[in-house]
Antibody, heavy 120, light 107 residues
Framework: QVTLRESGPALVKPTQTLTLTCTFS??????????VSWIRQPPGKPLEWLAR???????FYSTSLKRGLTISKVTSKNQVFLTLPNVDPVDTATYYC????????????WGQGILVTVSS | DIQMTQSPSSLSASVGDRVTISCQAS??????LNWFQQRPGKAPKLLIY???RLETGVPSRFGGGGTGTDFSLTISSLQPEDVATYYC?????????FGGGTKVEIK
C-alpha cells in the first residue's frame, strides 16, 4: 500500500526558511523510474508544480520559483525534503507531495497536504 | 512556460447531464495532458493521462480527448460525487503547468 505524508511547520515568519518533509511507504526511491514531486496550492487558487526528484537524484524545478528552492532525499529513510528560503506571505499554501511512478507526470499517489501559513 | 487555459471556470448542471470542460495549451503539447479531480478539502486525484487514457479505477463516465493545443474532459452522466474542481496539466515541457481549474456543481 502506497502512502505519502507531508510534515513541517504550520506557521512560518516572513524571511525564514521553510523545510517540509515527505515521508512515504509502499515504494522506494531506489527503484528505477520512481520520482517524487512537490506541488502547492494557495487558498482558493490553482495548483502549482514546484519540483521533482528522481530515483537517480536528478532534480527539476519550477522556473518561477527558483529562488533557492531545493529538493533532496534520503532514500534509506523513504523521505523527500523541500526547502524554500526567504518565505513571503504569497508562499502561504497547502503543500502536497506526490509519487510519480512514470516520469514526468504520472501522479498516481498524493499525500493529504499540509497547510503552511507565512505570517509575522 | 506553457500556459494552460480552462473554460468555463465554473459550471452548474443537473444529475445525469453531460458535462464538458475545455483546456487549451499555449503551444502544441501533443498528447501530454493529465486531468485531475479535486474534491473539496482533498488532494487531487489523477483521472486521465495521455489526454485520453482512463486511470485505473476511474468510472467510465469520465472521458478525455484532444491533441495538440485543444483538449476536453467529458462527464457523460453527472453524479453527485462528481462535485469537485477539475484541473488539466501539461507534461510536454518542464515546468509542469496546470490550468486554472473548473468548479463543477450540481444544480
Amino acid at each position: 500500500q502506497v502512502t505519502l505524508r507531508e510534515s513541517g511547520p504550520a506557521l512560518v515568519k516572513p524571511t525564514q526558511t521553510l523545510t517540509l518533509t515527505c515521508t512515504f511507504s509502499g515504494f522506494s526511491l531506489s527503484t528505477s523510474g520512481m520520482c517524487v514531486s512537490w506541488i502547492r496550492q494557495p487558498p482558493g487558487k490553482p495548483l502549482e508544480w514546484l519540483a521533482r526528484i528522481d530515483w537517480d537524484d536528478d532534480k527539476f524545478y519550477s522556473t518561477s520559483l527558483k529562488r533557492g528552492l531545493t529538493i533532496s532525499k534520503v532514500t534509506s529513510k523513504n523521505q523527500v525534503f523541500l526547502t524554500l528560503p526567504n518565505v513571503d506571505p504569497v508562499d502561504t499554501a497547502t503543500y502536497y507531495c506526490a509519487r510519480v511512478s512514470r516520469p514526468p507526470a504520472y501522479f498516481d499517489y498524493w499525500g493529504q497536504g499540509i497547510l503552511v501559513t507565512v505570517s509575522s | 512556460d506553457i500556459q494552460m487555459t480552462q473554460s468555463p471556470s465554473s459550471l452548474s448542471a443537473s444529475v445525469g447531464d453531460r458535462v464538458t470542460i475545455s483546456c487549451q495549451a499555449s503551444q502544441d503539447i501533443g498528447k501530454y495532458l493529465n486531468w485531475f479531480q479535486q474534491r473539496p478539502g482533498k488532494a487531487p486525484k489523477l483521472l486521465i493521462y495521455d489526454a485520453s487514457r482512463l486511470e485505473t479505477g476511474v468510472p467510465s463516465r469520465f472521458g478525455g480527448g484532444g491533441t495538440g493545443t485543444d483538449f476536453s474532459l467529458t462527464i457523460s452522466s453527472l453524479q453527485p460525487e462528481d462535485v469537485a474542481t477539475y484541473y488539466c496539466q501539461q507534461y510536454d515541457n518542464l515546468p509542469l503547468t496546470f490550468g486554472g481549474g473548473t468548479k463543477v456543481e450540481i444544480k
